[in-house]
């Protein structure tokens, strides 16, 4: 059974930051696509930044240059590094994980609040 567990949400102060994991188990991940989706309330689920079996990687614009998706092969995990922080950031931030040829998994999603 595949179980993706997210950790590192919170509360922080505008600028801030904070460091989200995520942790997959269950199966074999190596080939596999992993990202961060994110989705605020009223809004539709939107692609933060993906990063793939080889180390590339890919963000939103709105993140570039403020968050970082890194990956341990050995670990299954994904990070997702979130610096200077704003307002609009907030959201309920999800990880997924996608092998190739196949659906995606996700996980259960972790709140992240940006606000003094």
């Known amino acids: 059974q595949v179980q993706l567990v997210e950790s590192g949400g919170g509360l922080v102060q505008p600028g801030g930051s904070v460091r989200l994991s995520c942790a997959a188990s269950?199966?074999?991940?190596?080939?596999?696509?992993m990202g961060w989706y994110r989705q605020a309330p009223g809004k539709q689920r939107a692609l933060v930044a993906t990063?793939?079996?080889?180390?590339?990687?890919n963000y939103a614009d709105t993140v570039k240059d403020r968050f970082t998706i890194s990956r341990d092969n050995a670990k299954n995990t994904v990070y997702l590094q979130m610096n200077s922080l704003k307002p609009e950031d907030t959201a309920v931030y999800y990880c997924?994980?996608?092998?190739?040829?196949?659906?995606?998994?996700w996980g259960q999603g972790t709140q992240v609040t940006v606000s003094s």
């Open positions: 997924y994980v996608r092998n190739p040829f196949s659906n995606p998994y």
């Open positions: 990063v793939t079996s080889i180390g590339t990687t």
């Open positions: 269950g199966k074999s991940f190596g080939a596999s696509t």
